[in-house]
């Protein structure tokens, strides 16, 4: 069932160099500008994740230019969490903080335990299509989330 899509959402997970990132991207890819989409982690203490701009590009999202930031780097550089509807987070830790930071606020926080791919060992093949099952399920969550498919936009 399709849900009118909020006016701004922001995407965390542990680093904001796979999961969050990919969200933000694929959010943008498949419901246009008309959200404002944004991501951050607990910590920024890792860049963009490469099998990650690989993945994302085969679906014509562009990740390469993003940065990692933290929540704090958000609030240190004026981005109010309490600017934003929706704050989705994608792991457990992302959520707890999440939950910490917007505990006085009226701030709808999910959790969409989105899989980790960063631990999967192997070839390059067996790297990759972890990250693309990763991808997939972000899109699902959105599509089950707002409706719609990737293939629309």
């Known amino acids: 069932m399709s849900v009118s899509l909020p006016q701004s959402v922001l995407f965390c997970c542990?680093?904001?160099s796979v999961r969050s990132p990919m969200a933000e991207g694929i959010m943008k890819r498949m419901y246009g500008q008309g959200t404002y989409v944004q991501s951050a982690g607990v910590t920024s203490d890792l860049e963009i994740d490469g099998f990650?701009?690989?993945v994302c590009a085969e679906i014509g999202v562009e990740l390469a230019r993003h940065r990692a930031?933290?929540?704090?780097?958000?609030?240190?550089f004026g981005d109010d969490l309490?600017?934003?509807?929706?704050?989705?987070?994608?792991?457990?830790?992302?959520?707890?903080?999440?939950?910490?930071?917007?505990?006085?606020?009226h701030i709808d926080v999910e959790f969409w335990p989105i899989t980790d791919p960063t631990g999967v060992d192997g070839a390059r093949e067996t790297r990759l299509d972890a990250y693309r099952n990763t991808r997939d399920e972000i899109i699902a969550r959105l599509a089950d989330r707002w409706g719609g498919t990737l293939e629309e936009t």
Do not use: G, K, Q, W
Request: hydrophobic residues 40%.
């Open 14 to 16: 542990d680093h904001n």
């Open 52 to 54: 990650a701009i690989a």
């Open 69 to 76: 930031r933290s929540f704090d780097e958000m609030d240190r």
């Open 82 to 105: 309490s600017s934003f509807d929706l704050i989705v987070a994608l792991s457990p830790t992302s959520r707890d903080r999440a939950l910490d930071l917007t505990h006085f606020y």
